[in-house]
């Protein structure tokens, strides 16, 4: 199966999964890491998070992370998340958006058409500067909704991991 209708599969299964639950609230408690495979790290419920250095140096997927953001999603979601007259505040949304709903909306798009306020996002489930860096789109807007990282381009971060490198080149067809 191609990697792409691949995520999409994951991403739509989550979703499901996840609209079965309650509300979903996210913290800095709950985004404690609890894993770490080979500088990817996993919070107790094994979804993806950051890892920010007492001196402010911030793992790979998180730097990563902010690099897409600011290269795809920054136009309708403005600098580092905090929305626009075009899309909301990632910053304040992923408060209350889990990994699974995340993946499901970024893959396959989403529309609000409701009171006059017209917004569309589009499906993403085909952009490969997307989509082989979903999880680190959701560390970084993660790490900048529980407030652990502020505003602007993180000035340090770890070096990439090998990991990062393979399923980059994977991914990319590289």
Not at 144 to 169: F, I, N, T
Request: aromatic content about 10%.
């Amino acid at each position: 199966m191609p990697i792409r209708k691949t995520i999409l599969a994951v991403a739509a299964g989550l979703a499901l999964m996840a609209s079965q639950g309650s509300t979903y609230a996210d913290d800095a408690a709950a985004a404690a890491v609890a894993s770490d495979a080979n500088g990817k790290y996993a919070d107790k419920d094994g979804n993806p998070t950051y890892k920010i250095q007492p001196d402010g140096t911030v793992d790979w997927y998180t730097y990563s992370g902010y690099r897409r953001f600011n290269s795809e999603c920054h136009v309708c979601h403005g600098a580092d998340g905090a929305g626009s007259s075009f899309a909301p505040a990632l910053a304040n949304s992923l408060k209350s958006i889990n990994y699974a709903d995340f993946m499901g909306i970024v893959a396959g798009g989403r529309k609000n058409l409701s009171g006059g306020n017209e917004k569309v996002m589009p499906a993403f489930g085909d952009n490969k500067n997307v989509y082989c860096y979903m999880d680190d789109l959701y560390v970084y807007l993660r790490a900048r909704a529980v407030g652990e990282l502020p505003r602007g381009r993180p000035a340090k971060h770890e070096d990439k991991p090998d990991a990062a490198k393979q399923q980059e080149s994977s991914c990319m067809g590289g």
